[in-house]
């Protein structure tokens, strides 16, 4: 998917690295999210779209985010409603 969106427009490479970011996420590799949010971001920059960048700063939140998380569960009353 990346390869193939090199050769696009820089918003599609955009979307393709912010779906390769939060893939990464998912699976606990938060090293690797936020390269490839970081690449998000400069593909987005470079396409001007508005919508690229929300994507690549969501991803980039998300690999942060992650990485500052405690592993212990939340307490009853930590819990979101």
Not at 2 to 29: C, K, N
Not at 33 to 51: E, K, M, P
Not at 58 to 81: D, H, N, V
Request: net charge positive; no cysteine; proline share 4%.
């Amino acid at each position: 998917m990346i390869a193939s969106a090199r050769r696009g427009s820089p918003a599609r490479l955009a979307h393709a690295l912010y779906m390769r970011s939060v893939a990464f996420t998912s699976v606990g590799d938060n090293v690797s999210a936020d390269q490839f949010a970081t690449d998000s971001l400069t593909a987005a920059a470079d396409s001007g779209s508005s919508t690229a960048l929300a994507q690549a700063h969501y991803a980039q939140g998300l690999a942060l985010k992650s990485t500052s998380q405690s592993k212990q569960p939340l307490s009853y009353s930590e819990r979101p409603i």
